[in-house]
């Protein structure tokens, strides 16, 4: 990874996500890129022509202004967390944010993108909030999300849900290279009804590709999957959790309110979304 992009509204939520973006650039030897994004009001077709020109003009330079002020207090950051040597570019760009996360992951060729979420409500409402599930639908960047109430206390054990699919084992050898930057442990984590079904063949071949990589392979036997991750963060002591988003996969019953009840023992673990390849 050698650019990642970090869109932030200078919030609580969005400065705590800040040390995760430091961190991985920092682990990773990438630069960072600050964005942020405002949308114009919309004024009425029958108002002034003048006024609304000077109404956005206003709104522009205040803009300007906020960022400008903005910039010294996010270096202040990086300073207080001894990352102050991580190379930031910073983006100052009118529009909605999921359409300015497109093209700039495009025009920018973007690694990774990380954002926090939207704090409690957030969680409450869909887990990650409205614009990070956007963005993991839409932008075929991998997407971090860091959860409000998350702590960055070092990357050493890394979480993976896996189906043994041939796109999983794409991610997961991305996976290793962001591992290494941290030296973590790779643990992945495979849930099926019926342990006996799993094709062991597909296994040994796995264990044999990525011997003498510091990964580990979990089968867990259950039909609630959601469940047997959640235990599995728990008693592992996961830093990151890792998944591929797949149609009706792990990650779709993630954004579902129903599941709300049980991720909220989970506020602390941040998620990275890959798309199947």
């Known amino acids: ?23 991985m650039a920092e682990s990773q030897n990438a630069t960072l890129f600050v964005l942020h994004a405002y949308e114009m009001p919309v004024i009425s077709a029958t108002a002034n022509p003048v006024m609304v020109q000077d109404v956005y003009k206003s709104i522009e330079l205040s803009n300007f202004e906020n960022f400008k002020d903005q910039v010294p207090f996010i270096r202040d950051i990086a300073k207080e967390n001894n990352l102050d040597q991580v190379p930031m570019h910073f983006i100052l760009e009118e529009g909605f944010l999921n359409t300015i996360l497109k093209k700039r992951v ?35 960047a991998p997407v971090l999300s860091v959860p409000h109430d998350a702590v960055f206390n070092g990357i050493k054990s890394i979480a993976f849900s896996t189906l043994f699919a041939p796109s999983d084992k794409i991610v997961l050898d991305k996976l290793v290279k962001i591992a290494k930057g941290y030296d973590a442990t790779i643990k992945c984590i495979h849930v099926i009804e019926d342990v006996d079904k799993v094709n062991r063949e597909v296994v040994e071949s796995w264990l044999e590709y990525y011997d003498g990589h510091p990964i580990t392979f979990t089968l867990v036997e259950g039909k609630d999957v959601e469940k047997e991750i959640f235990t599995f963060l728990d008693r592992e002591n996961i830093d990151l959790l890792v998944s591929v988003k797949r149609n009706r996969s792990f990650l779709d019953k993630l954004f579902t309110s129903s599941m709300t009840k049980k991720l909220s023992y989970h506020r602390h673990v941040p998620i990275i979304a890959f798309h199947e390849e």
């Open 106 to 140: 495009e025009e920018e060729e973007i690694d990774l993108v990380v954002m926090g979420t939207n704090g409690n409500s957030g969680w409450d409402r869909k887990l990650l909030g409205s614009n990070t599930v956007n963005a993991i639908n839409s932008l075929k």
């Open 1 to 23: 990874m050698k650019k990642i992009l970090f869109p932030t509204d200078f919030s609580e939520t969005a400065n705590n996500a800040l040390i995760y973006a430091l961190k």
